[in-house]
């Protein structure tokens, strides 16, 4: 089976730019989760979806947003990107019992 | 103050040594702890998970957790270079909640 995909691995934006990501999970996850990680933070939760529904969220603004798909891919955006937003996004997909993570996107903001 | 305190290190051990890695939480309502492994460049991957506090044993690993303290540990046992890696704890409030609370993980180098 093949893992969890995210395109693009990096990518270079400048502030007040927007940037969408994109994540593939396993075959047959439903649910999709994305998390920002930074060396001062560490992983932070953003969003889940689940059959194409926002289920649970972090605390993070509303710059921040997501979608699922009918065939479960999944799409984060973030609007007017501040230098702040520089981080690896992570997308996971998970089974009953684990949560399975892509290699991520890491995004520099200049 | 973080939810999830976890020493950063860099913490660098001799190849065959017992490494100790170690969280501590304050939000009483986590009921589910897991260790995650991040090598560079790579998303991190499920160690171990357990939900009660005790000890829990997979191969070289094992998980503890002292819910009275609010303290986790993972142990590495004859630890190998291919362990060196960051570890990362995760917490959440029930099984099955995508909403993982992380530390900011553990740099290890195991030096052989």
């Known amino acids: 089976k093949a893992g969890v995909t995210q395109t693009p691995r990096y990518l270079i934006k400048t502030r007040g730019q927007q940037v969408t990501l994109s994540c593939s999970p396993i075959?047959?996850?439903?649910?999709v989760s994305w998390y920002q990680q930074t060396p001062g933070q560490g992983l932070q939760f953003l969003f889940e979806?689940?059959?194409?529904?926002?289920?649970n969220k972090g605390n993070f603004p509303g710059r921040f947003s997501g979608r699922q798909f009918s065939n479960s891919r999944s799409e984060m955006n973030v609007s007017t990107l501040e230098l702040g937003d520089s981080a690896l996004y992570l997308c996971?997909?998970?089974?009953?019992?684990?949560?399975?993570f892509g290699p991520g996107t890491r995004l520099l903001v200049l | 103050q973080k939810e999830v305190e976890q020493d950063p290190g860099p913490l660098s051990v001799p190849e065959g040594a017992i490494v100790s890695l170690n969280c501590t939480y304050s939000?009483?309502?986590?009921?589910?702890f897991m260790w995650y492994r991040q090598y560079s460049r790579k998303g991190p991957e499920l160690l171990m998970y357990?939900?009660?506090?005790g000890n829990k044993e997979d191969g070289r690993f094992t998980a503890q957790v002292d819910k009275s303290s609010k303290y986790i540990s993972l142990f590495i046992r004859d630890s190998q270079p291919s362990d060196s890696a960051t570890y990362l704890c995760?917490?959440?409030?029930?099984?099955?909640?995508?909403?993982?609370?992380f530390g900011t993980g553990t740099r290890l180098t195991i030096i052989p």
């Open positions: 996971a997909s998970r089974d009953q019992e684990t949560q399975y």
């Open positions: 979806y689940f059959s194409e529904t926002q289920r």
């Open positions: 075959s047959g996850h439903r649910s």
């Open positions: 995760a917490m959440s409030d029930a099984f099955g909640n995508e909403k993982l609370t």
């Open positions: 939000n009483s309502a986590f009921q589910y």
């Open positions: 357990t939900y009660s506090s």
